[in-house]
């Protein structure tokens, strides 16, 4: 039977807001970071940080039907 | 000699007296460059007992031993001097296109010392160098002396200005080059306006460098230029600025808001990253001397009461500092602000930090109208900032300009010492706009034992805290987590010799990102003929960093100086890092012993100095000691 799936809000902040302008990511509903790390297509090399509502999450953090994720990118600088 | 030239202009300009000082090859050897050979003639050349804006002060201007190389981010120069904001070693490095003029000239630097009798600038053209009065340029911006002197000199002459910030001696006042780009940090704008040098001017030069090794030196530019071209972090720099990551800095906590009270703001993060600058105001990108990345900025603000015409926009330092921390999320405001800075010739991290310490302690009642001339100060009240308080700080007028013209640690001393609390900076250099809580926790050692004060750019410690860079080829393979202590004294240990092999070879810090280190010290030796091993190199780095301490115990300064204020270590209240504490007195004490330093004294054992062949230098500091 076919896994009950979960709609993700996902933002790209800084560098990557016009590459991942928000929108929806639809997972299976036990989807975890990691998986939403694997479906969003990042520029090579970049390393990126998840949160959701301001705090960090990692990679084995589960995820919400209707969460709202930004991918925060970890260039340093400035 | 090869790349360097050997000699150095050194001017009086008090008696007028001027001359080339011919240095050895070991001294290049032993110093690279930049700001550690600008230390070694600081060492050589500084009366330790003048005030730093006394006619007795020297103010030093050393260019990188590759400044003239046609590879992106080599072209740079570093100014050392004693700084009238802390009383310590202030250095600061500049790219834009002055450095490798003065090589093509023949000059690897200029000492200057004394006191013009009459506002004058320095004229180096045809190899040649004097001392001509200017007069009419004093008390304009850097905008119209720069717009003046190319008219008189041509358009392709370079220039180092002051404003009128300089002028007045405002402790943290910066020199533009060409209008731009800046030595910002530390107040070497108001030592040359204590001399009366309103600029140093430099005709064109024809373009002369001899390498070592000619056909390595080609081949190293040709590799290293695509590569560095492609790099991820030189294309977010090129497209959207050093601002470009404001908005994940925010949300991992890096940003200092409303004077360091908060650590997350989401409308800033959006309303002030790189990004939005880009779409909004960016006009076209600048770039320094040979450099392919053009991360800087020039940007115009067509309307509303902030329009400003094309020019230099603001840096991530800059956005921070003059929105960040006053509290405003006005990206019009942080340009036109900014705009300000650059024409009154004021550091942008000082005015903002200086400001904002102003902000909360008239929000706390600590500081009044009294002090203030009648001024309220209001957090985000950019009209007030823009029309009032940048120009009062730059001309030193009324209770309100004089104050904060000193800087914070000096303000809040002047009015009652318990206001430090509010002040973010270390040695009295404001710190720069990377919250060691939430940025890393090695940026907090890194500040208070950079020898400048507060300062993310003199060691590496924040490139390699933040995964920036690594270097096996020198044990550097840590997978550093940010908020914590670990491993950060060892970290640091290497830092300092890396950051002061950048500062002193004049790598940019953002061109050279995607180099080894063993690239830097093969290009090294192949334009200067080092002959430096790995080793060497971190050699030099460790002498120059040791060297910087000794100059900085001349001045009094001990080991408790390096220290962070009560806000930089209070657990932050919001964001990622919220609640979270530094373990900074265990990363210090760790440090030192690394370092064989004297934990009381603030500088390396004896044996250590005699290590790095600082003899004489030691026996001068321990001697005085006894
Ligand atoms: S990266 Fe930016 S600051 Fe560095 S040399 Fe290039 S243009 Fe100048």
Same mark, same amino acid.
């Given at each position: 039977?076919?896994?009950?799936?979960?709609?993700?809000?996902?933002?790209?902040?800084?560098?990557?807001?016009?590459?991942?302008?928000?929108?929806?990511?639809?997972?299976?509903?036990?989807?975890?970071?990691?998986?939403?790390?694997?479906?969003?297509?990042?520029?090579?090399?970049?390393?990126?940080?998840?949160?959701?509502?301001?705090?960090?999450?990692?990679?084995?953090?589960?995820?919400?039907?209707?969460?709202?994720?930004?991918?925060?990118?970890?260039?340093?600088?400035? | 000699?090869? %790349?360097?030239?050997?000699?150095?202009?050194? $001017?009086?300009?008090?008696? /007028?007296?001027?001359? #080339? &000082? !011919?240095?050895? *090859?070991?001294?290049?050897?032993?110093?690279?460059?930049?700001?550690?050979?600008?230390?070694?003639?600081?060492?050589?050349?500084?009366?330790?007992?003048?005030?730093?804006?006394?006619?007795?002060?020297?103010?030093?201007?050393?260019?990188?031993?590759?400044?003239?190389?046609?590879?992106?981010?080599?072209?740079?120069?570093?100014?050392?001097?004693?700084?009238?904001?802390?009383?310590?070693?202030?250095?600061?490095?500049?790219?834009?296109?002055?450095?490798?003029?003065?090589?093509?000239?023949?000059?690897?630097?200029?000492?200057?010392? %004394?006191?013009?009798?009459?506002?004058?600038? $320095?004229?180096?053209?045809? /190899?040649?160098?004097? #001392? &001509? !009065?200017?007069? *009419?340029?004093?008390?304009?911006?850097?905008?119209?002396?720069?717009?003046?002197?190319?008219?008189?000199?041509?358009?392709?002459?370079?220039?180092?200005?002051?404003?009128?910030?300089?002028?007045?001696?405002?402790?943290?006042?910066?020199?533009?080059?060409?209008?731009?780009?800046?030595?910002?940090?530390?107040?070497?704008?108001?030592?040359?306006?204590?001399?009366?040098?309103?600029?140093?001017?430099?005709?064109?030069?024809?373009?002369?460098?001899?390498?070592?090794?000619?056909?390595?030196?080609?081949?190293?530019?040709?590799?290293?230029?695509?590569?560095?071209?492609?790099?991820? $972090?030189?294309?977010?720099?090129?497209?959207?600025?050093?601002?470009?990551?404001? *908005?994940?800095?925010?949300?991992?906590?890096?940003?200092?808001?409303?004077?360091?009270?908060?650590?997350?703001?989401?409308?800033?993060?959006?309303?002030?990253?790189?990004?939005?600058?880009?779409?909004?105001?960016?006009?076209?990108?600048?770039?320094?001397?040979?450099?392919?990345?053009?991360?800087?900025?020039?940007?115009?603000?067509?309307?509303?009461?902030?329009?400003?015409?094309?020019?230099?926009?603001?840096?991530?330092?800059?956005?921070?500092?003059?929105?960040?921390?006053?509290?405003?999320?006005?990206?019009?405001?942080?340009?036109?602000?900014?705009?300000?800075?650059?024409?009154?010739?004021?550091?942008?991290?000082?005015?903002?930090?200086?400001?904002?310490?102003?902000?909360?302690?008239?929000?706390?009642?600590?500081?009044?109208?009294?002090?203030?001339?009648?001024?309220?100060?209001?957090?985000?009240?950019?009209?007030?900032?823009?029309?009032?308080?940048?120009?009062?700080?730059?001309?030193?007028?009324?209770?309100?300009?004089?104050?904060?013209?000193?800087?914070?640690?000096?303000?809040?001393?002047?009015?009652?010492?318990?206001?430090?609390?509010?002040?973010?900076?270390?040695?009295?250099?404001?710190?720069?706009?990377?919250?060691?809580?939430?940025?890393?926790?090695?940026?907090?050692?890194?500040?208070?034992?950079?020898?400048?004060?507060?300062?993310?750019?003199?060691?590496?410690?924040?490139?390699?805290?933040?995964?920036?860079?690594?270097?096996?080829?020198?044990?550097?393979?840590?997978?550093?987590?940010?908020?914590?202590?670990?491993?950060?004294?060892?970290?640091?240990?290497?830092?300092?010799?890396?950051?002061?092999?950048?500062?002193?070879?004049?790598?940019?810090?953002?061109?050279?990102?995607?180099?080894?280190?063993?690239?830097?010290?093969?290009?090294?030796?192949?334009?200067?003929?080092?002959?430096?091993?790995?080793?060497?190199?971190?050699?030099?780095?460790?002498?120059?960093?040791?060297?910087?301490?000794?100059?900085?115990?001349?001045?009094?300064?001990?080991?408790?100086?390096?220290?962070?204020?009560?806000?930089?270590?209070?657990?932050?209240?919001?964001?990622?890092?919220?609640?979270?504490?530094?373990?900074?007195?265990?990363?210090?004490?760790?440090?030192?012993?690394?370092?064989?330093?004297?934990?009381?004294?603030?500088?390396?054992?004896?044996?250590?100095?005699?290590?790095?062949?600082?003899?004489?230098?030691?026996?001068?500091?321990?001697?005085?000691?006894?």
């Amino acid at each position: 039977m076919e896994k009950k799936k979960i709609g993700i809000t996902v933002e790209g902040a800084g560098v990557l807001r016009k590459e991942l302008f928000k929108h929806t990511v639809t997972l299976d509903c036990d989807a975890r970071v990691e998986d939403l790390a694997k479906k969003i297509k990042i520029k090579k090399g970049l390393q990126i940080a998840f949160f959701r509502n301001g705090k960090r999450l990692n990679r084995n953090v589960k995820l919400h039907d209707g969460d709202t994720i930004k991918v925060v990118p970890l260039v340093f600088g400035g | 000699m090869y %790349g360097n030239t050997g000699k150095v202009i050194y $001017i009086n300009c008090s008696t /007028g007296k001027t001359e #080339i &000082v !011919s240095l050895d *090859e070991d001294v290049y050897k032993n110093f690279i460059g930049g700001s550690g050979l600008a230390a070694k003639l600081f060492w050589d050349y500084a009366d330790f007992d003048a005030d730093p804006l006394s006619e007795k002060a020297v103010l030093i201007l050393i260019n990188g031993p590759l400044a003239g190389v046609p590879l992106s981010g080599t072209s740079r120069m570093s100014a050392v001097a004693r700084s009238p904001l802390t009383g310590a070693l202030a250095e600061s490095s500049c790219g834009g296109y002055f450095p490798p003029q003065l090589r093509y000239a023949g000059y690897d630097g200029i000492i200057i010392s %004394g006191k013009c009798t009459v506002p004058s600038i $320095i004229h180096i053209a045809h /190899g040649s160098f004097n #001392i &001509v !009065s200017s007069e *009419e340029l004093w008390g304009k911006t850097v905008g119209e002396a720069y717009v003046k002197i190319k008219e008189q000199y041509g358009e392709r002459s370079r220039t180092l200005i002051i404003g009128p910030a300089g002028e007045h001696g405002v402790s943290y006042a910066c020199i533009l080059s060409d209008a731009h780009h800046a030595f910002g940090r530390c107040g070497l704008g108001a030592i040359m306006g204590s001399k009366n040098i309103k600029a140093i001017v430099i005709e064109p030069h024809k373009t002369i460098m001899k390498y070592f090794e000619e056909q390595k030196v080609k081949s190293l530019i040709k590799e290293l230029t695509p590569r560095i071209k492609e790099y991820i $972090i030189s294309q977010v720099l090129h497209e959207f600025g050093s601002a470009g990551n404001l *908005e994940g800095h925010m949300y991992t906590g890096d940003v200092p808001i409303k004077n360091w009270t908060s650590n997350f703001n989401e409308e800033m993060a959006e309303k002030l990253t790189g990004s939005t600058l880009t779409e909004k105001y960016l006009t076209k990108t600048g770039t320094c001397a040979y450099c392919v990345v053009a991360c800087k900025r020039i940007v115009k603000v067509d309307e509303g009461p902030y329009s400003i015409p094309e020019g230099p926009g603001p840096e991530y330092e800059t956005v921070a500092a003059l929105g960040c921390l006053l509290g405003s999320s006005d990206l019009a405001a942080v340009c036109k602000a900014g705009r300000l800075c650059n024409e009154f010739g004021l550091d942008s991290i000082s005015t903002g930090a200086t400001i904002a310490w102003a902000m909360e302690a008239f929000e706390k009642g600590d500081l009044t109208e009294k002090d203030t001339g009648g001024i309220t100060l209001r957090w985000g009240d950019m009209p007030t900032v823009i029309d009032t308080i940048i120009p009062s700080i730059a001309r030193k007028e009324g209770p309100l300009g004089q104050l904060l013209s000193k800087g914070s640690r000096l303000a809040a001393k002047s009015i009652n010492n318990n206001l430090i609390k509010y002040t973010a900076q270390s040695k009295g250099l404001e710190a720069p706009m990377h919250d060691p809580r939430g940025g890393g926790h090695g940026h907090a050692l890194a500040y208070a034992v950079s020898p400048r004060g507060a300062c993310h750019v003199s060691t590496a410690m924040h490139f390699m805290e933040t995964g920036a860079c690594n270097y096996p080829e020198i044990g550097f393979e840590f997978d550093l987590e940010a908020l914590t202590d670990e491993k950060k004294p060892e970290t640091m240990v290497l830092a300092t010799a890396i950051g002061s092999i950048e500062n002193s070879a004049c790598f940019c810090q953002y061109a050279d990102r995607s180099l080894t280190f063993a690239e830097m010290v093969g290009i090294l030796n192949a334009v200067s003929g080092y002959h430096y091993s790995l080793q060497d190199a971190l050699d030099a780095g460790w002498r120059i960093y040791h060297l910087k301490r000794l100059i900085n115990h001349r001045f009094g300064l001990r080991a408790c100086d390096d220290a962070l204020t009560e806000r930089m270590l209070e657990p932050a209240r919001d964001g990622e890092p919220q609640g979270i504490m530094i373990n900074f007195d265990g990363m210090i004490q760790r440090f030192y012993e690394l370092m064989n330093m004297d934990n009381v004294e603030g500088v390396a054992t004896v044996d250590t100095l005699h290590k790095y062949g600082l003899e004489q230098e030691a026996a001068i500091v321990w001697k005085k000691r006894k």
